[in-house]
């Protein structure tokens, strides 16, 4: 059973294992550093479909079938879906995920769904809820745009600040206790709004919320940032990573060292135009997919830390002069049977 060691954190005894995972990633993707690592990219952004969101559906669907064949395991298996998105009412995971006939659980915490589903599905399990989960999200450049900015056909221009929202999907299954990683410690993030309102600059309105969530994380679990080998942010992008690592310096937290933020790690900046980085769903699912879980089934790392962080916005509330609030959920995955 969980056990709780503050408000926030809960260490998981039976630490339930992942058994398999999957990377599904678009056109930027492929071209991006990480390519290798993907279990598929494609150069078509449309994925074959005549919509983006038809298109980031098909990708999700993908990623969840890829990640069930490496499990071994066949949607009759699997217990629950949590699965989202970041468009209205979590269309691409309703629509790409409707024919499996799995118990589904739609959630939506933004950029930080993947690390808020994969928690979800670590927490039924310990809890014997369920013997098998999935957890599963996605984000599509398109879709993204149509719905949070403008139509690509606008040709707006984006400030430095801004990111690139991946075209990028991931897909975890989650089992008994076994071969694979284990899923540790889960702290559930509190909203934090310091006040931004620039809709074009996520990393401001994001590293409160992940300084606060790590910080909480390591009081509660009385560990320290040397604990683990890497300690990974959603997509703070370059603007966010600078204030995360001021915020926590500013409560005598020095992470810098082990830091890494997938933001950061899924494109070449000086080779692809994305600004300050990636963001999106897609973006740490992909990277937690494609580069981290591979390196702790390798025995490559042995402990890390995975906090995704999520700009809870609205455009009409932005429109609005609404600040943005921000969101972080954590993670804690060891290599087998180290803690």
Not at 26 to 33: D, F, N, T
Not at 253 to 277: F, M, N, P, T, W
Request: with cysteine; glycine share 10%.
């Amino acid at each position: 059973m969980a056990q709780r060691l503050g408000r926030s954190t809960l260490r998981l005894d039976y630490g339930p294992s992942v058994e398999g995972f999957a990377a599904i990633g678009g056109k930027m993707e492929r071209e991006g550093p990480l390519a290798e690592e993907f279990d598929l990219t494609q150069e078509d952004t449309s994925f074959g479909e005549s919509t983006w969101e038809k298109a980031e559906s098909r990708m999700q669907r993908t990623a969840l079938d890829r990640a069930l064949s490496k499990a071994g395991v066949c949607p009759a298996d699997v217990d629950v879906v949590f699965a989202g998105d970041l468009l209205n009412q979590c269309v691409s995971s309703t629509y790409g995920l409707r024919e499996l006939g799995i118990p589904f659980l739609g959630l939506y915490g933004a950029c930080s769904t993947m690390a808020e589903s994969l928690a979800m599905a670590a927490l039924f399990l310990e809890g014997g809820l369920a013997e098998r989960a999935a957890a599963v999200t996605s984000s599509h450049f398109c879709s993204a745009e149509r719905q949070f900015r403008f139509p690509l056909e606008y040709g707006g221009q984006r400030p430095p600040s801004a990111q690139w929202t991946a075209t990028a999907a991931g897909a975890v299954i989650v089992g008994k206790p076994g071969k694979g990683p284990r899923i540790r410690h889960v702290t559930v993030g509190s909203i934090v709004d310091l006040g931004i309102t620039d809709a074009n600059n996520m990393g401001a309105a994001m590293a409160p919320a992940a300084a606060a969530t790590i910080g909480t994380f390591l009081r509660e679990s009385r560990t320290a940032p040397d604990s683990y080998d890497r300690i990974f942010t959603g997509d703070l992008g370059a603007v966010g990573r600078d204030l995360l690592l001021e915020l926590l310096e500013r409560e005598n937290i020095s992470i810098s060292a082990r830091h890494e933020d997938c933001g950061l790690l899924l494109y070449d900046r000086e080779k692809q135009d994305v600004h300050a980085g990636a963001s999106g769903c897609g973006c740490s699912a992909s990277v937690l997919c494609a580069h981290i879980l591979p390196r702790l089934v390798s025995g490559e790392w042995k402990n890390v830390l995975f906090a995704a962080t999520g700009a809870l916005m609205s455009p009409t509330l932005v429109q609005q002069g609404e600040s943005i609030p921000g969101i972080a959920h954590l993670i804690h995955i060891s290599s087998g049977e180290e803690r």
